[in-house]
Nanobody, 130 residues
Framework: QLQLVESGGGLVQTGGSLRLSCAASGRTFSSNVMGWFRQAPGKERDFIAAISWSGYSTYYADSVKGRFTIARDNADNTVNLQMNNLKPEDTAVYYC???????????????????????WGQGTQVTVSS
């Protein structure tokens, strides 16, 4: 199991950018599928992006596709989420998660709304003002 700590959240205007980082401690980072989720007030937590062990494969929810980019550095045990062209509807608490599982199965579970993860961060707040 990993210990995950997110950072980089804050307040930004519509159209602005933020870069979230998730620092992981633990020896199994490079074997974890990593993902980003977000939860807006009064709503369920939504899966928005994922990256495979190697970083070769990525997935984005339609709501963020073309605006957000997920990347990882297995040497530094970090996974980042670059968020561009932010909109007020992106306002949420953002969480990173790790799943020590095959890419296809982990992605399938997350896309199905099964927020199963072996590790969760504590979350970082992103607020986009209009």
């Amino acid at each position: 199991q990993l210990q995950l700590v997110e950072s980089g959240g804050g307040l930004v205007q519509t159209g602005g950018s933020l870069r979230l980082s998730c620092a992981a401690s633990g020896r199994t980072f490079s074997s974890n599928v990593m993902g980003w989720f977000r939860q807006a007030p009064g709503k369920e937590r939504d899966f928005i992006a994922a990256i495979s062990w190697s970083g070769y494969s990525t997935y984005y929810a339609d709501s963020v596709k073309g605006r957000f980019t997920i990347a990882r550095d297995n040497a530094d045990n970090t996974v980042n989420l670059q968020m561009n062209n932010l909109k007020p509807e992106d306002t949420a608490v953002y969480y990173c998660a790790g799943r020590n599982m095959n890419w296809g199965v982990a992605l399938s579970n997350w896309r199905a709304g099964l927020g199963l993860a072996d590790s969760w961060g504590q979350g970082t707040q992103v607020t986009v003002s209009s």
